[in-house]
Every structure is written in structure tokens, then in C-alpha cells.
Nanobody, 122 residues
């Protein structure tokens, strides 16, 4: 059974930093694209960042220059380093996996984690 487990969320003041981790079990993520998404209360889930299996990267405009996605295939883990956090970054953050290497940045993802809450106070 494939599982994605996020961690690293918490409460932080505006301007602070957090590092989210997503550990994948049950399957290697080495050859597959991974993504981070977020969902704030009352809003739809939105794309944050994605990394292909070749480590090509794309970010949402709202986080570009502040967030960094990375992957450690040896640890089967994807990270999201979040700096210069703003209150509008408050959301539940989810990682997701797409189990096909045929596209760098898929439009749909197959397996999702349970999410980790990030709250940024002003």
C-alpha cells in the first residue's frame, strides 16, 4: 500500500520559515513527479509547486522566490522549504504523487497525503 505522510507544519509568525517533508512508503518515488498543494478554509485546493523525476521545477506565482521544492530519492522524501511566510500562506498543505514518468508536470495526481497544517500569524 502506497502512503504519503506529510510533516513539519505548525504555527509561525509572518516572515518566518517552515520546512515540510513528505515521506513516501510502499513505492519508490525515484522516477515520478511529485507536487505540493494547499487548501485554505473555504477555498479550493491550489497548486503550490511540483518537481519532475529529472528535478525540473515549477512554482505557483504566489510562492515563487519564497518556497523551494526538492527531493531526496535515497530517502524517498520530498521537501517544501517555505521562507518569508505570509498570513495568506495559512492552509493545509498536501503532497501528491503521479505514478507515471511520462510527463514532467501532470495535471492530475494519483496518491495524496493526509496534509499538514501551516498557520502564519500576522
Amino acid at each position: 500500500q502506497v502512503q504519503l505522510v506529510e510533516s513539519g507544519g505548525g504555527l509561525v509568525q509572518a516572515g518566518g520559515s517552515l520546512r515540510l517533508s513528505c515521506v513516501v512508503s510502499g513505492r519508490t518515488l525515484r522516477n515520478y513527479p511529485m507536487g505540493w498543494f494547499r487548501q485554505a478554509p473555504g477555498k479550493e485546493r491550489e497548486f503550490v509547486a511540483a518537481i519532475s523525476w529529472t528535478s525540473r521545477i515549477v512554482y505557483a506565482d504566489s510562492v515563487k522566490g519564497r518556497f523551494t521544492i526538492s527531493r531526496d530519492n535515497a530517502k524517498n522524501t520530498v521537501y517544501l522549504q517555505m521562507n518569508s511566510l505570509k498570513p495568506e500562506d495559512t492552509a493545509a498543505y498536501y503532497c501528491a504523487a503521479h505514478w507515471s514518468p511520462s510527463t514532467d508536470f501532470p495535471t492530475t495526481y494519483d496518491t495524496w497525503g493526509q496534509g499538514t497544517q501551516v498557520t502564519v500569524s500576522s
